[in-house]
């Protein structure tokens, strides 16, 4: 009956001395108010009312103390074993058994040549998926014109097309990178329509070779923009068309 009582004592035993201590803190609270408040006091029997309220938190919180300090070496697997108890105190949980994974053995006979093993390679990230002129090229007004899809382009590569949407404010020009994002080569922010001209120009060898896919967006004055004209290039080889 000891035995059990003592073990639900020991399991909650930091609930005991977390009650203790905020008891301590509340205690300690009021010593600190009443020892301001007989520091302030300008009376008698005020400062005597003071300083034996100070007394009396000061003895609360030193309980406190005590009785966390008590209690917590009281519950020591040392004290439990002196009183005699050790089978109160609550027995650890086994650690795992760590699982040895076997060894394959090869055995190879006298001659017999030796298995080469190949290394998986690794995948390399590829730019945005490149796909034929979409229907946005389509458009009279916001389409490009040259390079042509699938062009083949290196070094300063000059953009022509047309931008002469209604309401025409800018148009910019951009390349496709790893994953969905989009690299802005030139924006074209002059305010000025352009019906078939250059629109900009932007140098190839700065990207790596491999194949990319190139837009051109026009946006009107409200900030809308028709479905942008995207085509497919190859970065690497001869200057394009």
């Known amino acids: 009956m000891a035995e059990q009582l003592l073990r639900i004592v020991i399991v909650y035993r930091y609930y005991v001395m977390g009650i203790l201590a905020a008891v301590g803190l509340w205690y300690l609270r009021g010593l600190f108010h009443w020892a301001r408040r007989y520091s302030a006091s ?14 009396v938190a000061l003895s609360a919180v030193l309980i406190s103390l005590s ?47 030796t298995a080469v093993i190949q290394e998986t390679p690794t995948p390399v990230p590829s730019p945005t998926p490149v796909v034929d002129a979409t229907p946005g090229c389509d458009n009279e007004k916001a389409t490009l014109t040259s390079p042509l899809a699938g062009a083949i382009v290196s070094g300063v590569v000059e953009v022509q097309g047309i931008a002469n ?50 837009r051109l967006t026009v946006f009107d004055s409200s900030g809308g923009a028709p479905e942008p004209c995207i085509i497919p290039i190859t970065i690497g080889g001869q200057p394009g068309q």
């Open 165 to 214: 949407i209604d309401n025409f404010a800018f148009y910019i020009l951009e390349l496709s990178t790893l994953g969905e994002n989009w690299l802005t080569v030139y924006t074209g922010n002059e305010s000025t329509e352009v019906d078939g001209g250059p629109m900009g120009s932007w140098n190839a060898d700065l990207q790596d070779p491999g194949n990319y896919a190139f």
């Open 42 to 55: 300008a009376y008698g029997l005020e400062r005597e009312t003071a300083a034996s309220n100070r007394a």
């Open 67 to 113: 009785c966390i300090s008590a209690f917590w070496i009281a519950t020591t697997p040392a004290a439990i074993d002196v009183l005699g108890l050790s089978g109160a105190y609550p027995t650890a949980l086994p650690s795992p058994t760590p699982t040895i994974e076997p060894t394959e053995v090869v055995v190879r006979l006298p001659g017999e040549p």
